[in-house]
Nanobody, 117 residues
Framework: QVQLVESGGGLVQPGGSLRLSCTAS????????MDWYRQAPGKQRETVAS???????NYADSVKGRFTIARNNAKNTVYLQMNSLKPEDTAVYYC???????????WGQGTQVTVSS
């Protein structure tokens, strides 16, 4: 059974940094893309960043220049380095993996990021 486990969330002051991780277990087929989403209270879930198996990355305009996504294929892990955090980055962050050629999609349980002084 596929399971995605996230870690690294927490409370940080504005201007601070956090690094999120998401590791998958039970995956047999190739992970095509690895994505990070976030959902703030009262708002829709939005894409934050994505990375393909070849290393191509995309970012939401609101995080460009501040967030960096990276992946370790050998560990089935994706990272999100978040710098210069702002209060508007406060949300629950979710990872999502696209797996195989069909494809199948899997979600992490979410990790809370709170940016506040």
């Amino acid at each position: 059974q596929v399971q995605l486990v996230e870690s690294g969330g927490g409370l940080v002051q504005p201007g601070g940094s956090l690094r999120l991780s998401c590791t998958a277990s039970g995956i047999v087929f190739r992970i095509v893309t690895m994505d990070w989403y976030r959902q703030a209270p009262g708002k829709q879930r939005e894409t934050v960043a994505s990375i393909t198996s070849g290393g191509t990355t995309n970012y939401a305009d609101s995080v460009k220049g501040r967030f960096t996504i990276a992946r370790n294929n050998a560990k089935n892990t994706v990272y999100l380095q978040m710098n210069s955090l702002k209060p508007e980055d406060t949300a629950v962050y979710y990872c999502n993996f696209q797996v195989g050629s069909s494809p199948s999609y899997y979600w992490g349980q979410g990790t809370q990021v709170t940016v506040s002084s």
